[in-house]
């Protein structure tokens, strides 16, 4: 098993920046990467990013490519996700996630989910 712990959400005026954190324990070698996903009201949950465990290797949904930063701090088993030119349009949910297998932009590939922070953007 493999427990998430996520910080840092809260809310932001548009065009300001958060950095969310998810820390993992438990069975931390058996994470082959991380992802981050939102949901907003009323919509499905998407993609955000994930980073790849071993390479640190990460991937963007085209919606965030160049606002939002992945990282990783391998001594601390935590991921930061660091988000920058916040709009109305990021609101949501954000939920981390790691996955035991590949396909890391899909939901479907990730075993274990955080519960949740809330971003709220102020326009």
């Known amino acids: 098993q493999v427990q998430l712990v996520e910080s840092g959400g809260g809310l932001v005026q548009a065009g300001g920046s958060l950095r969310l954190s998810c820390a993992a324990s438990?069975?931390?070698?058996?994470?082959?990467?991380m992802g981050w996903f939102r949901q907003a009201p009323g919509k499905e949950r998407e993609f955000v990013n994930a980073i790849k465990w071993s390479s640190s290797t990460t991937y963007y949904a085209e919606s965030v490519k160049g606002r939002f930063t992945a990282s990783r701090d391998n001594a601390k088993n935590t991921v930061y996700l660091q988000m920058n030119s916040l709009n109305a349009g990021d609101t949501a949910v954000y939920y981390c996630a790691a996955a035991p297998r590949g396909g890391l932009s899909v939901a479907a590939a990730y075993d274990y989910w955080g519960q949740g922070t809330q971003v709220t953007v102020s326009s």
């Open positions: 438990g069975r931390t070698s058996s994470i082959y990467g």
